[in-house]
C-alpha cells in the first residue's frame, strides 16, 4: 500500500511538472502570471516578468534579455502606471484582452482587443515578441496584438519603425525618463511624413536629428550601414505602409538599437560574450553635424573648423554672427534670384539631402525633367534624384531654404538654384580651369617631345602590355589561357575620383589601395604601385602572372592591371570588409568575430593554401601571410591576397633559393 502511495505521488509529480515545463513561453485565460513568475522564450534568449529599474521601488512588467549578467530591459507594459508592491499579477481574458491587476481586483494597464478569438494564447517568441494569437495560429498576419507595434525605447531584429498608411497607426521609440523611471520622455524617434518619409529624432517638439532621405541604397546620412557584416536593413515605402527595419545576418547575435534619454543619443549595441559587456557599435547623432540645422538655413556643415559654410552662390545674412561662430541665421543668395531672367543651377557633390518637410517627390521622371520642372517654378531652390542606383532615378525638388545639410564621402549631388549671373561665373570658372590644363598639357607635349627616346620606350611598355605580352614569354600557352583585362589609366582614375582621399582604402607595404566604381557599377579596389615600394617590373609581372593563373573562392580575384608611364596598378575585386587585421587587432569590431566566424575565417584560409601548395598547376609559396593580406568579402569569406613576394616551384621541388630578404 505504502508503495503504490509512492508511485501515484511520483506520477502526479511529473505530469505537474511535465505542465509546467511545456508551458513556459505561453499563458492561457486559465493562468496567471503573478510577481516572481515568469515567462520564458524557447530559445531561452528573453524573459517576461515583473521587475524594478535601478533604484526604483516600484514594478513593471516587462521583457529583458535572459542568461546574462545586467538586466537589459527592451520593453515595459505598464510605463505610465507603476505598481508599488509586489502584488501584480498579468492575465489574458478569453476576449484576447490582457490585464495587469493589482491585489486581483484593480486594473492597472490593460489592451483593447475587437478581433473574435475563439483561443486565445498569450506567447513570449524567441525575437522577443510578446503576442496574443488564437490557438496555434503562428501565422504573423493573424497575430490579434504583439509588443512589437507598442515599442518602448528599445528596437530589436525583425520589429518595425514606421506608419500604417491606411490607419494612420504610428510605431516609434520613446525613452525613458531616466535609468529609474520607464515613463516615457520627450526623447522620440520614428517616421515621418512631411514630404519624403524620413527617420526623425526628437526632442519634444524640435527635431535633434533625420536619417536623410532613402535614395535606394541606404539613408544619406548613414552610409556606413550598407555594408556591415552585422546586420542588413530595408526601408519600405508603398501604399500600405512605410517603415524601417534590420535583421542580423547572424541569428547567435544580441544586438539591440536604443534611445538614451542622458545623452540625446541613438544608440546601437552588440553583446561581448568575451566580456560579458554590451558594446556600442555606433551612435547618431555622433558630432556637431550631426544636430539639426545647426549651420542654419542654406549653411553647410563640415567636420573641420569653422564646422559652417554657406553653399555656392550664398552669403552669411548677418556677418557680424556668423564670424563669432553664431551660425542660426544663416545664409541667403549672393545675388538675388530673377525667375524670369532665367536663374541657373550649380551642382554640389557628395551632400546630405536637405530637410524634406518643404519638398516635393515623384518617383518616375528622371533628372532631366526634374530640372526642367524645377526651373519652371520660382519657388525651387534645390532638386536631384529620388533614387541613386541604376544610374539614378525619380525626383526630389526643395522648396523655400534648404536646411540641415552637411557635406559626407559618401552623399549625393544636389542641385542648387542660383542667379544667372552666379551660375555663368561659375561656368566662365570651369572655361577658365579648361584652358589652364589645356595649357599645361601642350606644354607637356612639348617637353615630351624633347625626350622622345623616352616616350617612345614609354610607348613600347604600354603596347606590350596592350598585346598582352606583360608576362615572361617562358610559356606561351599559359599567357594564351590568362583571363585579365588591360585597364585604360583614364578608366582607373574616373573609377577613383582621381585617387581621391576619400576613395582610400589603406595603405600596403607596395603602395596605396583605392576604391573605384566602373562605369557599370562594379566596385572594384585598386593597388598603386608606388614607386619607391620596391616592387619593381619582375615583382609586378610575378603578382599579375601568378594571380591570373589561380581560381579558387578564397583567394582574391584580379580582374585586371594597368601600366601608364611609371605607374603600375593591378585592379581586384572589392572586399567591402576590408582585411582580418582591422577586426582582430580593434577592441569594437574584434567582438563582431565569434568563435564559429573565426574557425571559418581559419578554415578557409587553410584551404586556399592547400590549393596554392598542393591543388594548383604550380606549387606556389606566398612568402608574405599575415592578416592584414586576408581579406573579407560581404559574407565575412577569407580570401588570401598579395602575391608580390610568392614564389612557384616545381611539382616535386621542396626547396629553392631567394637573392634578398622578403616576407613578415
Known amino acids: 500500500m505504502e508503495m503504490n502511495f509512492h508511485f501515484y505521488s511520483a506520477c502526479c509529480f511529473l505530469i505537474i511538472f511535465s505542465k509546467v515545463s511545456t508551458a513556459i513561453d505561453t499563458l492561457s485565460p486559465s493562468e496567471l502570471l503573478t510577481d516572481g513568475m515568469t515567462l520564458v522564450s524557447r530559445n531561452g534568449r528573453f524573459e517576461l516578468g515583473f521587475f524594478t529599474p535601478g533604484s526604483s521601488e516600484n514594478r513593471y512588467l516587462g521583457i529583458w534579455y535572459k542568461n546574462i ?68 495560429d503562428s501565422n504573423p498576419e493573424n497575430y490579434i496584438r504583439q509588443s512589437f507595434d507598442y515599442p518602448s525605447d528599445t528596437m530589436l531584429p525583425e520589429m518595425k519603425i514606421g506608419i500604417d498608411l491606411r490607419t494612420g497607426f504610428h510605431r516609434r521609440l520613446t525613452a525613458w525618463k531616466n535609468w529609474d523611471d520607464p515613463s516615457p520622455s520627450d526623447l522620440t524617434y520614428g517616421i515621418e511624413l512631411k514630404g519624403n518619409p524620413e527617420l526623425v529624432l526628437r526632442k519634444g517638439l524640435e527635431k535633434y536629428f533625420r536619417s536623410g532621405l532613402w535614395n535606394g541604397n541606404g539613408f544619406s546620412e548613414a552610409p556606413n550601414y550598407r555594408s556591415n557584416p552585422i546586420f542588413d536593413y530595408d526601408f519600405i515605402w508603398n501604399e500600405s505602409e512605410v517603415y524601417y527595419v534590420f535583421s542580423l545576418k547572424d541569428k547567435s547575435v544580441m544586438y539591440r538599437l536604443v534611445l538614451n534619454q542622458t545623452q540625446s543619443q541613438r544608440q546601437r549595441y552588440i553583446w561581448s560574450p568575451e566580456t560579458q559587456t554590451w558594446k556600442l557599435f555606433a551612435v547618431q547623432p555622433d558630432g556637431n553635424c550631426d544636430k539639426y540645422g545647426l549651420c542654419g538655413p542654406n549653411g553647410n556643415c563640415a567636420d573641420e573648423l569653422p564646422a559652417c559654410q554657406c553653399l555656392t552662390g550664398f552669403r552669411p545674412k548677418w556677418f557680424e554672427r556668423w564670424n563669432s561662430s553664431d551660425w542660426s541665421d544663416g545664409c541667403i543668395h549672393s545675388k538675388p534670384l530673377n525667375c524670369q531672367s532665367g536663374d541657373g543651377f550649380i551642382r554640389i557633390g557628395r551632400m546630405k539631402t536637405p530637410d524634406s518637410a518643404n519638398s516635393w517627390v515623384n518617383k518616375t521622371i528622371n533628372l532631366k525633367e526634374c530640372r526642367a520642372k524645377c526651373l519652371r517654378n520660382c519657388s525651387c531652390m534645390a532638386f536631384t534624384n529620388l533614387f541613386v542606383t541604376k544610374g539614378g532615378s525619380g525626383c526630389v525638388m526643395w522648396f523655400d531654404d534648404l536646411l540641415d545639410i552637411k557635406y559626407q564621402s559618401d552623399g549625393q549631388d544636389l542641385y542648387i538654384r542660383v542667379s544667372a549671373s552666379e551660375a555663368e561665373r561659375k561656368k566662365m570658372a570651369k572655361v577658365k580651369l579648361a584652358i589652364i590644363l589645356a595649357t599645361v598639357i601642350v606644354v607637356l607635349l612639348g617637353f615630351l617631345l624633347l625626350v622622345y ?187 588570401i591576397s598579395d602575391f608580390g613576394m610568392a614564389r612557384t616551384f616545381g611539382g616535386d621541388q621542396i626547396e629553392a633559393n631567394t637573392n634578398r630578404v622578403v616576407g613578415t
Request: glycine share 8%; net charge positive.
Open 69 to 136: 549578467p545586467m538586466q537589459t530591459v527592451v520593453w515595459v507594459a505598464n510605463r505610465r502606471n507603476p505598481i508599488n508592491n509586489s502584488t501584480g499579477m498579468l492575465k489574458i481574458e478569453s476576449s484576447g484582452k490582457i490585464l495587469i491587476q493589482v491585489q486581483n481586483t484593480t486594473v492597472v494597464w490593460s489592451t483593447n482587443s475587437t478581433a473574435r478569438v475563439q483561443n486565445p494564447i498569450l506567447q513570449l517568441l524567441d525575437s522577443g515578441n510578446l503576442v496574443v494569437k488564437d490557438g496555434k
Open 453 to 639: 627616346h623616352l616616350r617612345r620606350s614609354r610607348r613600347k611598355l604600354k603596347d606590350e602590355v596592350e598585346d598582352n605580352n606583360l608576362y615572361d614569354g617562358e610559356d606561351e600557352d599559359e599567357n594564351e589561357d590568362m583571363d585579365v583585362a588591360v585597364f585604360e589609366f583614364g578608366t582607373i582614375a574616373q573609377a577613383t575620383d582621381s585617387f581621391s582621399f576619400m576613395n582610400k582604402l589603406g595603405q600596403g607595404g607596395f603602395g596605396p589601395v583605392y576604391k573605384g566604381t566602373l562605369a557599370n557599377g562594379q566596385d572594384i579596389a585598386v593597388k598603386r604601385l608606388s614607386k619607391s615600394s620596391g616592387q619593381g617590373p619582375n615583382e609586378f609581372k610575378n603578382e599579375v602572372k601568378l594571380i591570373a593563373k589561380l581560381q579558387h573562392r578564397n583567394l582574391v580575384r584580379l580582374l585586371g592591371c594597368c601600366i601608364h608611364g611609371d605607374e603600375r596598378m593591378l585592379v581586384y575585386e572589392y572586399m567591402p570588409n576590408g582585411s582580418l587585421d582591422k577586426f582582430i587587432f580593434d577592441e569594437t569590431r574584434c567582438t563582431v568575430l565569434t568563435w564559429s566566424k573565426r574557425f571559418r575565417i581559419i578554415c578557409g584560409v587553410a584551404r586556399g593554401l592547400l590549393y596554392l601548395h598542393q591543388d594548383s598547376r604550380l606549387r606556389i609559396i606566398h612568402r608574405d601571410l599575415k592578416a592584414s593580406n586576408v581579406l573579407l568579402d560581404s559574407e565575412m569569406n577569407p580570401k
